[in-house]
């Protein structure tokens, strides 16, 4: 044999079939162990053996009534004639127990027939050797049947799992089950316009090439939560005509250290059979985060796995054709290897939308929900803002399952209204508060109400007063901006604080006395005080930075916590947030003072009505009363109490709102 042909033969199969299963085996295996846990349990040394007796001495103890019970059994294996006897004599030994004997021999007809005639034995039929056999292996054949269907099928399901542990559980799309498409996400124009050219660069990639261009390698959106990042990985699924496969950040880590890295590996060498392809990994932020977190670091199973897909994605063996999409709201955990240019080569920001974007992305959910003539998406995207693309969707929603609750076939201005609040705010609770309660609360929200309508200059206008339950809080003032908020200005931050004092200035005022209802105030405006001083640069102290120590211990931070300032300076700190909020008391105390009658306007106005409009308040202001109609307050309702079906006519006349209300008091959401 030439050596070429020993190189050959020695050398293995690359498409040799991999080992299987053998259940054979298995039961082979069982059969040896449960045949030694027979002979174990069936043959017990310290067991005495029956007495061995002649067939003459056991006819002759039967007639003289000395034999309890006793059997004969033929025995052809000895010839013919031949039978075994066993029985229990009628006394028992010294010490209480059965005596046994057994007599193996000839029977003869006669001793037969002198033992049948004692009336104390009985014949048993001959047995066979292969009856003995089945009565012995019959139980355990049965165990074994029963631990075969029970086990051997599940081990083969564990074999098969076993060797798909390192498999990726990565998941290709298919193309025809819900397929999206750009037209169906709204809010984010720019973004769309980012990954639109990577699906066009898919489809037609000669175009870019032309003039020196290369397909990015990474694609990472960033953006709060439910914002759309995942919807907009659907929609490019949708769009481009190459396999797209789906996987979640958490698929990778597993207990075991390895395991996440070999499903990296396997997930891209699917990409590269399918190439070009699309893979997703949504909140890659859990296999991302950055190496050497924690207190000591650690080599651990996430930070393989990290290590993998940065190699897969440009190393030393990179690959062309496969992108990748992830999609984090925690950009600040990532680690920098991640982000830097050849991995991810765009990282687009889905931020919150402004009130085009939030009047695209309810024009898209509308199409699902039935609304009347009156509902105007403008207007309620005008009154949404902060609302991010999946709480817009949550509003109509509720506001969908609040019409229903009441009966209506169709959403209605208030059914907005009051959907924005329970999400905003929290849902009413009737509680049943005494009048002192209702008084203090009254007040209290009375003195934020007109601290904030004297000071308001147009930007932050009162949309609702309430001394009704909502969420944690016993009152509610609630106020609707006039356009989204991107900046703040040092007169309106010092508003804020102003009439966050309003309310425990006027439970000092009115009743002389202090309650913890202004905790959440005092809270609210501590903090926007302490950023005006320590980030914003609105104090005396200068335009300097003195926030920088707020890194966290496990996000691979200092240990400890970092002192960039000394303590005189933090004194002065404490001193400007101290000045700054008592300068807004004062303030908030003048204003309050100079309008005592209004206040007690307000609140007897609450006491009676419980809900004031922002309307309600400035006619107080201005003319000392209420002019415009105040509405009544719908009784809270059971889930599950049946009510009435509205007719026609009322459905026509909620069409059309109270004239008396202003634009930012419609009742609409703020």
């Not at 498409?15 to 069936?42: C, D, T």
């Not at 309620?380 to 009966?407: K, M």
Request: net charge negative; glycine share 8%; charged share 30%.
């Amino acid at each position: 044999m030439s050596k070429e042909n020993k190189q050959q033969r020695n050398k293995p199969l690359r498409n040799a079939p991999p080992e299987r299963f053998q259940p054979k085996v298995l039961m082979i295996w069982m059969l040896i162990i449960f045949g030694m846990i027979s002979l174990y349990l069936f043959t017990d040394p310290n067991r005495e053996q029956p007495e061995e007796w002649k067939i003459r001495e056991v006819v002759e103890a039967a007639e003289n009534q000395r034999i309890a019970e006793g059997t004969i059994k033929s025995n052809p294996k000895g010839g013919p004639g031949w039978s075994e006897i066993q029985g229990v004599l009628a006394e028992t030994g010294p010490d209480g127990e059965r005596q046994e004997f057994q007599a193996t021999g000839r029977l003869t007809d006669d001793n037969l027939e002198r033992l049948q005639q004692t009336g104390v034995f009985r014949e048993l039929p001959a047995s066979t050797l292969l009856t003995d056999i089945l009565i012995t292996l019959l139980p355990f054949l049965l165990i074994i049947g029963i631990l075969y269907f029970l086990f051997v099928r599940q081990l083969r399901h564990a074999g098969r799992g076993a060797m798909s542990f390192g498999k990726s559980k990565a998941k290709m799309l298919s193309r025809d089950r819900e397929k999206m498409t750009f037209s169906e996400v709204a809010g984010c124009d720019e973004a769309k316009e980012e990954v639109s050219e990577i699906v066009e660069f898919l489809k037609d990639p000669k175009k870019f090439q032309r003039i020196g261009g290369r397909i990015p390698k990474g694609c990472l959106l960033l953006g709060p939560p439910g914002t759309g990042k995942t919807l907009l990985a659907r929609a490019i699924a949708g769009e481009a005509d190459v396999p797209f496969f789906s996987i979640s950040g958490s698929d990778f880590v597993e207990m075991f250290v390895g395991v996440g890295a070999a499903r990296v590996r396997d997930m891209f060498e699917q990409g590269r059979k399918n190439a070009p392809c699309l893979i997703f990994i949504d909140e890659i932020d859990a296999v991302g985060r950055q190496r050497g977190a924690g207190l000591g670091g650690g080599n651990d199973e996430r930070e393989q796995t990290l290590n993998s897909l940065l190699v897969e994605m440009d190393g030393f063996d990179a690959h062309e054709g496969v992108i990748i999409i992830a999609a984090t709201n925690r950009p600040d955990v990532l680690d920098n290897a991640l982000l830097r240019p050849g991995r991810f080569d765009r990282q687009i920001t889905i931020d919150l939308p402004d009130i085009k974007g939030r009047e695209e992305v309810l024009n898209v959910h509308a199409k699902k929900v039935r609304l009347a003539d009156d509902v105007e998406l403008a207007v309620v995207a005008r009154n949404t803002s902060g609302f991010s693309g999946a709480d817009l969707a949550n509003l109509l929603n509720e506001a969908a399952l609040l019409s229903a609750r009441y009966g209506k076939s169709e959403i209605h201005n208030e059914d907005l209204d009051e959907a924005r609040e329970k999400l905003t705010y929290g849902r009413e609770r009737r509680r049943l508060l005494d009048d002192e309660d209702k008084r203090v609360t009254a007040f209290h929200e009375g003195g934020h109400a007109l601290v904030q309508a004297v000071i308001d200059d147009g930007y932050l206008p009162v949309h609702k007063v309430t001394i009704i339950p909502r969420g944690q809080s016993l009152g509610s003032t609630m106020f609707m901006p006039k356009k989204d908020v991107f900046n703040h200005a040092r007169r309106r931050v010092l508003n804020q604080i102003c009439c966050a004092m309003g309310g425990r200035v006027a439970e000092e005022i009115v009743l002389d006395e202090l309650t913890s209802g202004a905790t959440g105030d005092i809270r609210q405006a501590t903090k926007i005080a302490r950023h005006m001083v320590c980030d914003w640069g609105m104090s005396d102290l200068g335009c300097v930075a003195y926030g920088e120590n707020q890194d966290h211990v496990f996000l691979g931070r200092e240990i400890t916590r970092k002192q960039n300032y000394s303590e005189q300076t933090a004194q002065h700190i404490d001193a400007a947030i101290r000045e700054i909020i008592d300068r807004q008391y004062d303030r908030a105390k003048q204003i309050i003072l100079e309008h005592r009658q209004a206040l007690e306007t307000i609140a007897h106005a609450l006491l009676e009505h419980e809900t004031l409009d922002g309307v309600h308040v400035r006619e107080i202001i201005e003319h000392g009363e209420i002019r415009s109609p105040v509405r009544p307050q719908p009784a809270s309702r059971d889930p599950g109490e049946p009510v009435e079906k509205e007719s026609d006519e009322a459905a026509a006349k909620k069409k059309n709102p109270d004239e008396g209300l202003g634009p930012e008091t419609s009742p609409v959401p703020a």
